[in-house]
């Protein structure tokens, strides 16, 4: 079977790499470099942040997240020579209010990645000695890990690209179906080229309501911008993730901390702004400030994929046999990633599925389809 697949961000990557897996043929498409676009921009925690303010089907994907990672790494690894860094640094989260929900929470679901321990402010000196004073207590995530997103990416574009059954097209932007009675036929790029293929698979993230129009849905996803920056600190300095309010901190193996972020709905502008960038960076020091001593490298903007309840859509598209999607993951598609590509790939193939799919299928969007081809 040849599949089609029009996006080149985790959700496409992944997608492709379990269906390769299946013996299936992948081409896979992006409109700029496959994975520079919001897999690229995010931070890669591995889990929703404050888990009890996302729906169940969320977090069900979320926590297969961590494990699946570490088997891809062990198997693409030996191959790319690239390690994506599965680092698990726990979590410390300092918003007062969300103490007692978050302690409850691990009571009633049990589940090792949500596992939190209430800390004084001395066994929290233990746990991270960077934390500013004023926070006197925490609760504690001792297994919550992160994925070094870019890396991520560059380990499955290096495997895809070396693999006999994988075309990877890039700067191609997939503009049109050619359909024929509720079967699409080909994909057309936008100086008119076609692609034909058995399958095909729409990983757009936050571009995905672009195909609202000519599929007569209503696709509501829309970009949200999150801007992030990045200090330097030397290596292992900072020993765990931290979180207060909606400000976060990722420290990587080799000493570079991701700081984020924001959320701003304002169309396709990737453009970091200095006010945003002011924001984040007060934000940070105040959970940590001893980061002021430490240079600021990057920053940048990505565009999450945001969908009403945050469920992403996969599954079988309405009325068209041979398409199929995985997007608007929203705040969480690095996490949810490995667990959203197998769930369609088991689909794509009929196969037995890890979770019930119901509630993720894109049967949920309005079809005014079958009255129209
Ligand atoms: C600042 C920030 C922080 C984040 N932090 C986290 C986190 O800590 N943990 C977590 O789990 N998630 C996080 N996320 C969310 C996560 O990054 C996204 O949910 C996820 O990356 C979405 O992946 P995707 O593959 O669906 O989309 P993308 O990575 O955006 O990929 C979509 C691709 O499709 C291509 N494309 C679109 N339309 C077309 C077309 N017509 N033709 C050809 N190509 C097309 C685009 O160029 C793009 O490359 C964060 C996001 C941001 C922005």
Not at 151 to 164: D, E, G, N, V
């Amino acid at each position: 079977m040849h599949i089609a697949i029009i996006g080149a961000g985790v959700s496409g990557l992944l997608t492709a790499l379990e269906l390769i897996e299946q013996g299936c043929t992948v081409t896979i498409f992006d409109q700029q470099q496959a994975g520079h676009a919001a897999s690229w921009a995010g931070g890669g925690i591995l889990s929703p942040m404050y888990p009890w303010r996302y729906p169940r089907e969320v977090n069900h994907l979320a926590q297969y997240g961590k494990c699946m990672y570490q088997e891809w790494n062990a198997k693409l690894q030996p191959e790319t020579g690239i390690d994506f860094e599965i680092h698990e640094t726990g979590m410390l989260i300092f918003d007062e209010t969300d103490f007692e929900i978050g302690l409850n929470y691990k009571d009633q679901y049990q589940e090792p990645m949500q596992h939190c321990e209430y800390l004084e402010r001395e066994a929290l000196e233990q746990v991270n000695s960077h934390v500013s004073e004023q926070f006197q207590h925490a609760i504690y995530f001792p297994q919550l890990a992160n994925v070094r997103n870019p890396r991520l990416l560059k380990s499955l574009i290096t495997y895809l690209k070396q693999h006999p059954k994988v075309e990877v097209i890039e700067n191609t932007w997939i503009e049109k179906f050619n359909f024929h009675n509720h079967h699409i036929q080909s994909i057309q790029t936008s100086n008119t080229k076609h692609y034909q293929a058995d399958q095909f698979v729409i990983t757009t993230g936050a571009w995905s309501n672009c195909w609202s129009e000519q599929l007569h849905l209503s696709i509501p996803v829309e970009p949200v911008q999150g801007q992030m920056l990045l200090f330097k600190t030397p290596e292992k300095w900072l020993p765990t993730m931290c979180m207060n309010k909606v400000m976060y901190l990722i420290p990587r193996l080799d000493g570079h901390v991701v700081c984020g972020s924001s959320m701003d709905h304002l169309g396709f502008d990737q453009r970091p702004s200095v006010q945003t960038q002011q924001n984040i960076y007060k934000a940070c020091v105040e959970m940590i400030p001893e980061l002021a001593n430490f240079p600021i490298v990057k920053q940048w903007a990505g565009l999450r994929p945001s969908s009403p309840t945050g469920i992403p859509y996969i599954g079988q598209m309405p009325e068209i046999e041979n398409l199929w999607a995985n997007f608007g993951h929203y705040r969480n598609g690095l996490c949810m990633g490995p667990a959203s590509a197998q769930l369609l790939r088991q689909l794509m193939l009929k196969q037995q599925t890890l979770v019930e799919a119901t509630a993720y299928s894109p049967q949920r969007l309005k079809s005014n389809l079958s009255n129209v081809v």
